[in-house]
């Protein structure tokens, strides 16, 4: 191990992206929290208007603080951690299906400036490595709108219209791509940037996301 990174890790040692206790760097969570994870971890099947999608967890508890420190709190460093679990799902799911591309779910440019960073983006730049899939940008979000979490379900459908255009319908155009999210809640913003894609003509579109807050909102699809 190069000595520069044994100091790197000594003044900031890896930590467990749900409780916040030190790991080691190799392991992806504390002993405790790895084992609530594979009681929890049982992989959600549903739709986003039409379009497969798998989640690896139930948003709740340790694994909504986890999200929420990738999303809010710049825990950026939990992106690999988690993608290694996500990756077994998703391979479980599509490990028929030979992938193009893995896309995500884009942000807004004053967001982003906001924020700083897509955890979406990042996440499905970490499941490109896991899964050996190259990662492309498919589609940027054209129209500043207001955060979904605050909307009802009419709100959020009409909230998301005009919000996502392709950026090169070439590049997705017979092509099998594979959108990521961090969560999905009514399937509608998987399902609107499904429905851009689809625009173009690929061959297949599946999505994934860490977790699913589906218990509020029930898919209309069943896949």
Known sequence: MNIFYKIYCLVYPERCPYCGEIIKSEHIACDSCTEKLDELQKPIYRGAYGYRCVSSFVYGGLVRRMILRIKYYERIQYLPQIAVILAKDIRAAYGDIQFDYLSAV????????????????????ELSKQLGIPYADTLQKVKHTKKQ???KYQQRKKNLVGA???IDKEAVKGKRILMIDDIITTGITLGTCCKVLNRAKPELICCATIANANKKYPDRVVI
Do not use: S, V
Request: zero cysteines; aromatic letters at 8%; a positive charge.
């Open 106 to 125: 884009p942000m807004h440019k004053k967001d982003l400036k906001t924020r700083g960073y897509n955890q979406a983006k990042l996440l499905a730049i």
């Open 149 to 151: 979490q605050r909307l």
């Open 164 to 166: 996502f255009a392709l």
